[in-house]
């Protein structure tokens, strides 16, 4: 069976961004996980390998300068406790 990944798609969040680790899309709300931080990516864009080589990188280095930094990925890089 192929997959996306063999198939030539990369992950354009986890490629931009290697150095990432617990950022999810989707926590389990009645338990309250997002505080934890315990979750899942559930918004993956897949991207043809040499598209991204030759466009989207060049284009996150265009706006994020060399190292697409890793607070861009929430506000200031952190999350907050919900108030409930």
């Not at 990369?10 to 899309?25: A, I, K, M, N, W």
Request: one cysteine or more.
């Amino acid at each position: 069976a192929r997959t996306v990944l063999n198939d030539g798609m990369v992950d354009s969040f986890s490629e931009l961004r290697p150095q990432v680790r617990g950022r999810y899309t989707c926590w389990d709300q009645y338990k309250n996980c997002r505080y934890e931080n315990i979750g899942a990516r559930i918004d993956y864009f897949f991207v043809d390998k040499s598209l991204f080589k030759n466009h989207v990188r060049i284009g996150a280095e265009m706006l994020y300068g060399a190292e697409v930094s890793e607070t861009s990925t929430s506000t200031n890089g952190r999350h907050s406790p919900s108030t409930m």
